[in-house]
């Protein structure tokens, strides 16, 4: 996805919700540089990597959040949110399904409040499956973002 059009940049700021074991940090690493950030959370504790801010906790709670925000020294806002947050699914159609809206719904809110005008969106939606076959994985890239209404603007997390 990235080679088709270059979703990372030199010096920015990324954001990867459910970054572990870390697969994606490693890559945003290498694309953001030294100068660059990554700030990486997860519910599950990922070995260290050169760059990446490492948070261990529930991105949706509001103390995580604020600790996201406290990784934002050098910048206001991330360039880039990625979400590859997965839900536990439990193999009750109507329940996984709701779980997996959540989950997205959730990473569309962190990034209302924490991607700069223009920043980019790539978050990951799990459809569970009908039978006992494998559930589809889409990914949804949006691009050149626009604050309106923030509901959530950094200094209120
Ligand atoms: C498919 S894995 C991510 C793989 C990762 N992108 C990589 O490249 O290595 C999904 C991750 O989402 C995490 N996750 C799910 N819900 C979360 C939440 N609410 N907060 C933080 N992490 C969450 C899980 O713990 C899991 O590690």
């Not at 990784?71 to 536990?88: H, R, T």
Request: proline residues 8%; hydrophobic residues 40%; contains cysteine.
């Amino acid at each position: 996805m990235h080679e088709m059009s270059p979703l990372i940049n030199p010096g920015d700021a990324v954001l990867d919700l459910g970054c572990a074991p870390g697969s994606w940090c490693q890559v945003a690493e290498e694309l953001v540089g030294p100068k660059g950030i990554v700030v990486g959370v997860d519910r599950v504790y990922v070995p260290p990597l050169t760059l990446t801010r490492f948070i261990v906790g529930d991105a949706t709670l509001p103390s995580i959040q604020k600790s996201i925000r406290e990784q934002l020294i050098e910048k206001e806002y991330f360039d880039v949110v990625l979400s590859d947050m997965c839900p536990n699914l439990i193999g009750i159609k109507s329940a996984d399904h709701q779980a997996s809206l959540n989950i997205v719904n959730e990473a569309l809110k962190i990034a209302h409040g924490m991607l700069k005008e223009n920043g980019t969106l790539l978050v990951k939606i799990v459809k569970p499956p009908a039978s006992k076959k494998e559930s589809a994985e889409i990914y949804i890239r949006a691009e050149k973002f626009h604050p309106l209404n923030r509901k959530y603007p950094l200094s209120l997390i």
